[in-house]
């Protein structure tokens, strides 16, 4: 996942403790946009964009949000081709 999302998530963490509020009040909900892509080699990882790859490649993005603190996510897919398929975004969250 790119730097600079990684670096927001973090900065957004910390805002509570600059105005002297209690981080464990807050929760971090973070709204995503998943793509995912079948084949690994038309990706590569280091021009990706986050949440853009392999069922395997945005499930390590996604573990390394909940470890940063990311309390939420929220999947949305009406921008993807999925999005017209119920049943096909049932089957793909829960991938």
């Known amino acids: 996942m790119a730097g600079l999302a990684w670096h927001g998530i973090k900065s957004l963490k910390e805002q509570p403790s600059r105005v002297n509020k209690n981080p464990d009040n807050f929760r971090t909900i973070m709204l ?3 793509k995912v892509i079948a084949d690994r080699t038309a990706n590569n990882d280091k021009n990706r964009d986050p949440l853009t790859g392999t069922i395997d490649q945005i499930g390590d993005e996604i573990r390394r949000m909940k470890e940063i603190g990311v309390d939420h996510i ?3 897919y009406i921008f993807a081709p999925i999005g017209s398929n119920v ?3 049932i089957d793909m969250s829960a991938r």
């Open 32 to 34: 995503t946009y998943p």
């Open 74 to 76: 929220i999947f949305d």
């Open 87 to 89: 049943e096909d975004m």
